[in-house]
């Protein structure tokens, strides 16, 4: 069992030595920082990859029904948007059971218990 563990300790220390001098001559004339930069990004790209992909065929799919949304729709939420100057002042969006959607502007009331719990939320507990 010793001798096992020993063959394989030693294989892997062959496998590391043999790839750390690859990326020594690969990290030849950079530092320390940016090699770390280097591999840091290259993992980030290979982690990110099937998540682009799968974006990618969403956006195949779905491009031409937001683009045909947004040719008819585009200009009237453009209206809304320049009209209303602080979005905090309204609920979230509700679709009524006809199909209608509609965004309630908050009551007085409503808008001062909001600012009580932000200020509660500000506060330091000592």
């Not at 096992?4 to 990290?27: H, K, P, Q, R, T």
């Not at 509609?102 to 009551?107: D, E, P």
Request: proline share 5%; hydrophobic share 45%.
């Amino acid at each position: 069992m010793k001798k096992v563990i020993l063959a394989v300790g030693f294989a892997g220390a062959l496998g590391l030595s043999g790839g750390a001098a690859l990326a020594e001559d690969e990290a030849e004339g950079r530092s320390l920082m940016e090699e770390g930069a280097l591999l840091f990004f290259k993992g980030l790209q290979e982690e990110m990859a099937p998540a682009l992909e799968g974006l990618q065929s969403f956006m195949d799919e779905a491009g031409p029904s937001i683009q045909a949304f947004m040719l008819e729709m585009g200009p009237k939420l453009g209206e809304v948007f320049s009209q209303v100057k602080d979005w905090s002042q309204y609920h979230a969006p509700e679709m009524l059971p006809n199909g209608d959607i509609i965004l309630r502007k908050k009551t007085p009331q409503e808008l001062e218990l909001e600012g009580e719990d932000s200020a509660d939320d500000n506060a330091i507990e000592l």
